[in-house]
């Protein structure tokens, strides 16, 4: 089966604290992985994807293929950080698997 | 270029009913697919068009069907609405079909289905 599991709903932190947003997935062969963010009245946007291993705004993720994982990492928090998170799979169709996302609070 | 664009923005429709929902790609991109969004899950993958051809399906009924246009817009349609239906719609175009996994796919703003 092809999954995604983001298994917290709700991740709140202090403004300068570290985030981790977990993800783990499901998949038969070479996963191609995703974050996919979206800020308050905005689209949702690519934030960054395992394959070109970047970093965006501060975020790191890493593909972990033992734990088969791969959590966003931020060291510092930052308020404008506040936005819903989606950890995507590639499924087989070339299509998109998400997850249900993680609602990211960074508080002052 | 104003990304990806659809329409309507919101819609109201009453169970049985049927509905078109509409999507303009970014200019230049030739693959068009289409999401659920059902309110507290992650998108959900419906239908992917590239060159006019349906290049994937995922697991949804046969009430919903789509179909892209020589210009790359697409339609979403849903016969039969149930209250189930209700949802965010959301249209990703790409410059290719899913197999160039390099193409990121930008999103829409949606259009937001209510069924009563």
């Known amino acids: ?108 | 270029d104003a990304g990806v664009t659809q329409s309507p923005t919101h819609l109201i429709k009453t169970r049985g009913q049927h509905v078109t929902l509409r999507c303009s790609p970014i200019s230049g991109h030739k693959s068009v697919s289409w999401y659920q969004q059902v309110l507290g899950q992650g998108p959900q993958f419906i239908f992917q068009y590239y060159e006019k051809e349906e290049r994937g399906r995922g697991n949804f009924p046969d009430r919903f069907s789509a179909r892209q246009f020589p210009n790359y817009s697409s339609e979403l349609n849903v016969n039969a609405l149930l209250l189930g239906d209700s949802a965010l719609y959301l249209c990703a175009s790409s410059l290719a079909d899913g197999g160039a996994s390099l193409y990121e796919q930008y999103f829409g703003p949606g259009t937001r289905l209510t069924v009563t």
């Open chain 1, 1 to 108: 089966a092809q999954r995604v599991t983001q298994p917290e709903k709700l991740l709140s932190v202090f403004k300068g604290a570290p985030v981790e947003l977990k993800c783990n997935y499901s998949y038969s062969g070479s996963p191609e992985l995703f974050w996919y963010v979206q800020y308050s009245r905005q689209r949702l946007q690519l934030l960054l994807r395992h394959i070109s291993r970047e970093s965006i705004k501060g975020f790191t993720a890493d593909l972990n293929k033992g734990e088969t994982s791969f959590h966003l990492k931020k060291p510092f928090a930052q308020e404008e950080d506040s936005a819903m998170y989606y950890c995507a799979l590639r499924g087989s169709q070339g299509n998109l698997i998400f997850g249900k996302g993680t609602k990211l609070s960074v508080k002052p």
